[in-house]
């Protein structure tokens, strides 16, 4: 009985990971960086849906929409100021960029309103209920949910709408995509609009079911996250979400034996053994520089 | 071979540079010191990892310097606070010491917010002989060294470790009547790691048994794993030591796993945040060891609190507030007796501090430069801590 | 022949020069602790950013895990010291040798990755080093080590020049050119016969070993070393030296080891700003002058054009 609830505890944590995962693998799948700010961004919407919640008296719904909106914003003005111009320089220049950015949003926070821990106010009712013997939490049943919803909606998005097929062309050749009369600054754009709002949903979840948020709160869900996407192929949103899985099931198969300390090595251990034997993750095809 | 040789050249004479610019610096910069002030440097985490509780001690310091001003000073000397962050870093912690001390002269020294960091100091405040007071600084090792020498000028003004640890290992077998306990300590913290085996050592002599010795890393979110993991082990009680960003989760967690023994912790736990993190309910049935109690009815501490809330815009004083401001009065009371700004004449001076009131408690210095006071038990009542019994070392 | 040897040795003499007048200033105390603290650790950053720069600037290997490689010489040398009772010149080669040691065994499997994924994997390598450091009891697990002050400005100030003169020769010689014939383009190298992978673990071993180096200096300055000394932050510090500098420009490198230390330790007076200029002053550079302050080219290169002609190691887009 102990691993089954273990195993549900897995899961939970594995769906925080995918939701963040998400907004990851899109922004990696069209523009190939490692948005370092993603995490930032996530930490903003935390923020966004705890002051409408605890000060505008906001309820969870109107407050994941407004999060999502102003998250959306954000992405596209960071975007817009920072990595547009990077765009043809080197992958280290737009890296350390993306580095940059996230440690100005982080002080920048800290500067406004201090280090120190925020609470989350209750605004969903948790129940725990009995399933077979294990404790599930009524939440984590939602962010459950929400994951797998949001990865349904995306997949529709990326496949089936003309955004998405502009996202898989420019992804695939910018310069082609651009010849072909696609616009491909407002689909990068539109790529970081929908990447960072699914960070900011994924901000006010996180606050709800963790209750404890602060400046700094993005930097280790962001490394997990980018694990995750990296796991399960990266630029493929199926596999974000079962990378976020695996993940978080891990992490806790980890801890049960006893090894807690090591939850956040085994982590990175995954990701290098990844990186190594199959860097294109468990969804990804394998394929080769050309000349 | 040329090139190199070039190069070599340029980087000497840039250290060169650095170097003439550092020295025109110098002038300037050290005429500071004596007069009509005292000079007082602080060493804090501001940020960084642990800003947090550094921010914390440097409000209680402030509040109480601006305090001792408008009283009209020590000795009628205006009290000069010079602030350095040390990042929550002990590179840069040696660093800012060496600065506080070589460069502004100060008369002593506040800081660090947490053990490592005033470890990082603690040589250098010998060598210049420069008193180093540590508001929260509960390892040991602040004032004795891992050798067991006596660090001459590391003082401190919150008790240590073990002492916490120890009186939660008797609160539990005396007044609770527990047998069988679980450790859940903070690995990223000699702070928890040190209560966590004093708790133990002391537990186990009682004829108690530790039945789950489970760990967690600072800055961990999810902690179901591991609370399953004591869960299955069925203990009667949970010693917690850590802070209280990551308790508040923690008894969260625990209580919506129907984990419902009593929990207990130290003084990491005292934070409002922490009620506002766990929830009032879960937190029925936790006790925590404390320097001292916000709500404690003492003139002393109410006279604190008020004056806290005036300053800061009505927030409440958690214990690194307390502490801080503490360890300014206690610095003061040594400064007067001393009658002077010579170091080692402060240091004298705080060895036979005897019996002064602060707010967290009355407090004698013991041989080893730690203070001896009493810790306070409170129980959390739907969100509000109620004092539970005071135990005297 | 004779002459460059010449000027080589001159060049050495006058180092000399400088460190024998800094020496003399320091035990006159006309240049107190605090500023020879200061030199000290400006000297640990330039190696720390030197090593950095062979693997980053020269190779053109991306690694952002450099404070793994620190840590590791730090721990090491300070068991030398303290647990074994070696003598402390001892104690820095050891740190030295397990950190390139470390380097290998991290350097074989994930050089074989590129760009990105090199990077994260590096940072990945350092954080299970830091956390390999946290669960050992024997090191302090993380209240860390307390260690004795050694590191004085003789002993920075040698290794430092053996750094230099190290990475500046191995750079000008074959295997150098080799490394920067990868950083240009990897596969034309590999068509040209070149191993790749031989030069890519070299130039990381080397660059390793001198970060252990440097950590042998650090955790002898500092007093105590502990885990969270080492985390990503810290090797984000060593990246933006490199960068800041040039990719690809040693002199930029030191300079802005130089730089960013003097203004780090400055700003110390503006707890609450200095993080917020530090990232907008990276942000700003990677915007605006993405090459870094000196690209490619060295600071020789700025007087001594008219002088002498010759075949230069960087690529010429910075210029």
Known sequence: MEWLQQLFNGISLGSIYALIALGYTMVYGIIKLINFVHGEVFMIGSFTGFYAIAFWGLGFFPSLVLSMTVCAVFGVVIERVAYKRLRNSTRIAALITAIGVSLFIQYVVIYIRGAQPEAYPNVLPNRTLDIFGIQISSQSLLILLVSVVLMIILQFIVHRTKIGKAMRAVSFDPDAAKLMGINVNNTISATFAIGSALAGAAGVIFGVYYTKIDPLMGIIPGLKAFIAAVLGGIGIIPGAVVGGFVLGIVETVVSAFGFSLWRDAAAFIILILILIFRPSGIFGKNSKEKV | ?393 | MLKKVNTFWLAIILAFVFYGVIQLLISTAIINPFYSNTLIFICINIILAVSLHLVIGITGQFSIGHAGFLALGAYISAIMTMELGMPFSLALVAGGIVAALAGLVVGIPSLRLRGDYLAIATLGFAEIIRIIFLNIDYVGGAAGMQVTHATTWTTSFLCLLLTIVVIVNFTNSRHGRACISIRENEIAADAMGINTTYYKVTAFVIGSFFAGIAGGLYAHNFYIIQPVNFGFLKSFDILIFVVLGGLGSLSGAVISAILLTVVSTFLQELPETRMIIYSLVLVMVMLYRPQGLMGTREITDYFGKWKWKRIKGGNQYGG
């Open chain 2, 1 to 393: 071979m040329r090139k190199s040789v070039i190069k070599i050249l340029f980087t000497a004479s840039l250290l060169g540079m650095v170097l003439a610019a550092c020295g025109s610096g110098d002038s300037g910069a050290t005429s500071d010191g004596g007069g009509d002030t005292i000079h007082i440097g602080v060493n804090m985490e501001l940020s960084g990892a642990v800003a947090s509780y550094g921010q914390s001690d440097t409000e209680g310091i402030e509040l109480a310097v601006e305090e001792i001003n408008e009283a009209g000073g020590i000795d009628g000397k205006q009290v000069k606070v010079t602030k350095v962050d040390n990042k929550s870093d002990a590179a840069e912690a040696t660093n800012a010491a060496i600065k506080l001390t070589s460069q502004d002269k100060v008369t002593a020294i506040i800081g660090a917010a947490t053990s490592g960091n005033t470890v990082a100091q603690a040589q250098i405040a010998n060598d210049t002989e420069t008193v180093l007071l540590s508001p929260s600084g509960t390892s040991p090792n602040v004032t004795i060294t891992d050798d067991g020498t006596l660090n001459e000028f590391v003082f401190r003004t919150s008790y240590i470790d073990p002492f916490q640890g120890t009186v939660a290992a008797n609160f539990a077998i005396d007044d609770l009547g527990i047998k069988n306990a679980a450790i859940l300590a903070d690995n990223a913290s000699d702070y928890a790691k040190g209560l966590g085996s004093a708790f133990k050592e002391t537990f186990e002599a009682a004829g108690g048994t530790v039945v789950s010795e489970e760990a967690y890393v600072a800055k961990d979110t999810d902690f179901r794993s591991t609370l399953t993991r004591i869960q299955s082990a069925n203990p009667e009680f949970i010693f917690i030591p850590g802070y209280y960003e990551e308790v508040g989760l923690i008894i969260k967690q625990a209580r919506e796993m129907g984990i419902d023994v009593p929990l207990m912790g130290a003084d990491g736990w005292d934070s409002p945040t922490l009620v506002e993190l766990a929830g009032a309910e879960a937190l029925n049935n936790t006790f925590i060891t404390n320097h001292y109690s916000s709500e404690d009815p003492d003139e002393t501490i109410q006279n604190f609190v008020t004056k806290f809330k005036e300053k800061y815009d009505g927030a409440s004083p958690n214990a690194f507030h307390a502490l801080g401001y503490d360890s300014v009065y206690l610095l003061a009371d040594a400064i007067e007796r001393a009658g002077s700004t010579e170091s080692t004449a402060i240091k004298d001076a705080l060895e036979e501090t005897k019996e002064i009131k602060l707010v967290s408690g009355v407090v004698t210095i013991d041989e080893d430069h730690n203070p001896i006071k009493s810790a306070t038990i409170l129980e959390y009542v739907d969100g509000k801590q109620v004092f539970k019994t005071k135990i005297n070392p």
